[in-house]
């Protein structure tokens, strides 16, 4: 069973930066594109960004496109979200996802939560 565990959410000031680690087990992360999502409180759940496992390639929202940068390390089988310049409307509870052959999400983390201060 594929379980991924979300870390690196808290606190950061608006201008800052803060790096979100997801941890995969029970599977090699680099059989699956991988995505971050979040929610905010009375959201619903949204695409932040998504790595392909094929050739890396990557997508965001652009909400936060040139602000966050996604990355994988199959070595540590860990899925990263670096964000830089965050702002008051990217607090929310993110999460991390594992997609399947048909694109749909089948696995999913518990999410982290990052708060950020004006």
């Known amino acids: 069973q594929v379980q991924l565990v979300e870390s690196g959410g808290g606190l950061v000031q608006a201008g800052g930066s803060l790096r979100l680690s997801c941890a995969v087990s029970g599977g090699a992360i680099s059989n699956y594109d991988m995505g971050w999502y979040r929610q905010a409180p009375g959201e619903e759940r949204e695409f932040v960004a998504a790595n392909r496992r094929r050739d890396g390639t990557t997508g965001y929202a652009d909400s936060v496109k040139g602000r966050f940068t996604i990355s994988r390390d199959n070595a540590e089988n860990t899925l990263y979200l670096q964000m830089d310049w965050p702002k008051p409307e990217d607090a929310a509870l993110y999460y991390c996802?594992?997609?399947?052959?048909?694109?749909?999400?089948?696995?999913w983390g518990r999410g982290t939560q990052v708060t950020v201060s004006s």
């Open positions: 996802a594992a997609k399947g052959p048909t694109g749909s999400v089948e696995y």
